[in-house]
């Protein structure tokens, strides 16, 4: 069982930046690909970006990549998402979750396990 735990949301203006934070029990931590997905009213989860269990792979959606950054420090059983140049259409429901195949990174919300309860991030105009 992986309980995790998002912070960081919070409103800013087109063009700035948010560091959202995903804070996972157990021992465990590293043999999980974590990944970050949204949601906005209306629309289904999607997938934002993903890494693998050691840090040493990532994935990204297109219409994040080279404005986001994800990272994790095992450590500290902790996995972020950097996000810069935002734009109103990432305002959405953030979500972290946790996938036990931790050599890939999957993109689908059926191959995760465990999830957050959500931060959310709204990007003014």
């Known amino acids: 069982q992986v309980r995790l735990v998002e912070s960081g949301g919070g409103l800013v203006q087109a063009g700035g930046s948010l560091r959202l934070s995903c804070a996972a029990s157990g021992r465990t931590f590293s043999r999980y690909t974590m990944g970050w997905f949204r949601q906005s009213p209306g629309k289904e989860r999607e997938f934002v970006a993903a890494i693998t269990g050691s840090g040493g792979g990532t994935n990204y959606a297109n219409s994040v990549k080279g404005r986001f950054t994800i990272s994790r420090d095992n450590a500290k059983n902790t996995v972020y998402l950097q996000m810069n140049s935002l734009k109103p259409e990432d305002t959405a429901v953030y979500y972290c979750?946790?996938?036990?195949?931790?050599?890939?990174?999957?993109?689908?919300?059926?191959?995760?396990?465990?999830w957050g309860q959500g931060t959310q991030v709204t990007v003014s105009s």
């Open positions: 979750a946790a996938s036990p195949t931790s050599w890939g990174t999957p993109r689908e919300v059926y191959e995760y396990d465990y």
